[in-house]
């Protein structure tokens, strides 16, 4: 079954459905989806609600058409722009990344195309990331006499190390789903006409697990990965009895002793 919530459906450059507790999300400003900022402020305005709706136990982020996932930022708007408008624009990017990075629900990214500047920043925001074999990536901002701003030299390097990632940034150039798939960029790269159905089949996948237990993974690793070793792991100690306390922990426990299926509720 699939339904649209009519309270979004104002949104001028997104597109999204849910079916079977799957949000798909779509980007859509063809032929290439450049991000700008009411693009960030629908993101945000989105992920909002999808966060608040029970019925959402993940997300699957994608651009529209086979060229682009999203081909970075509208440079159109950035060129107009002067330094506290561009500022502006960078804070809108970082905060709405952010958000979509600490999303209550587990978020993949079907990466269709064209993954540039900030459609690779958006893509680096994202859980899980599955690539088509078409996909192509680059931070070409310093080719443009720019940086990227919207948290790109930070998250690319927790990912590739620091080494690496000053090679991609540094150069900027361009390369695809197989490289990316080497470096850990991506989880997975399928043929062209499979990346969002295989997005989709691990979405279903992971509405299957207990939505508390994957929110409180999700917390631990991300909040983790942002300091000490001891701090880190007190961070997961308390993932840990947050995800015991709820009713899932009780069915989950309970249907492995009798050899069944657990449903879980999110409670």
Known sequence: MTTKNKEWTDLEFLLYEVEDHVAVVTINRPPVNPLNTQVFKELSTLFSQLD???NVRAIVLTGSGEKAFVAGADINEMAGLDLVGINKMNKASRNVFTQIENSTKPVIAAINGLALGGGFELALA????????????????????IIPGGG???RLQKIVGQGVAKELLYFGDMFDGARAHELHIVNKVVPADEV????????????????????????AVNAGSNTDIETGLTIENTCFGNAFSTEDRKEGLTAFVEK???????R
């Open 52 to 54: 608040e709706d029970d």
């Open 126 to 145: 994202c859980d899980l990331r599955i690539a088509s074999e078409k996909a192509k990536f680059a931070f070409p901002e310093v080719g443009l006499g």
């Open 152 to 154: 790109g030299t930070q």
């Open 196 to 219: 969002l159905a295989a997005a989709k089949e691990w979405a279903a996948k992971l509405v299957q697990k207990p939505p508390i237990a994957l929110q409180m993974l999700k917390v």
């Open 260 to 266: 069944r299926k657990p449903v879980y509720t999110g």
